[in-house]
Nanobody
Framework: QVQLVESGGGLVQAGGSLRLSCAAS????????MGWFRQVPGKEREFVAH????????YYADSVKGRFTISCDNAKNTGYLVMNSLKPEDTAVYYC?????????????????WGQGTQVTVSS
């Protein structure tokens, strides 16, 4: 069993930046790839970004491309999501998740493990 713990959320003004962290308790086959998703009440969980833990290709939702950067630190078993130029519409609970392959990386139900989520609120 893998545990993921997110941190770094908070309240920020529009145009500001935040860095989210996702610490994994262990590295297994099911943690080969990491994704970040976000969710607002009443809406489905939305794909944000995806990366291979070994440092391969990255993928982003169009809505965050050019503003958000996903990365991971193998030595620390920790993934990151740096969010710049934040907008009020980025307000959501952000979740990290891991999976064993990159197939269907944009589908939340293809991920094996999830963190508890961290709230990001962007004020206008």
């Amino acid at each position: 069993q893998v545990q993921l713990v997110e941190s770094g959320g908070g309240l920020v003004q529009a145009g500001g930046s935040l860095r989210l962290s996702c610490a994994a308790s262990a590295r297994t086959f099911s943690t080969n790839y990491m994704g970040w998703f976000r969710q607002v009440p009443g809406k489905e969980r939305e794909f944000v970004a995806h990366i291979s833990w070994s440092g391969g290709n990255t993928y982003y939702a169009d809505s965050v491309k050019g503003r958000f950067t996903i990365s991971c630190d193998n030595a620390k078993n920790t993934g990151y999501l740096v969010m710049n130029s934040l907008k009020p519409e980025d307000t959501a609970v952000y979740y990290c998740a891991t999976k064993s392959s990159s197939r269907r990386y944009g589908d939340w139900d293809s991920y094996d493990y999830w963190g508890q989520g961290t709230q990001v609120t962007v004020s206008s």
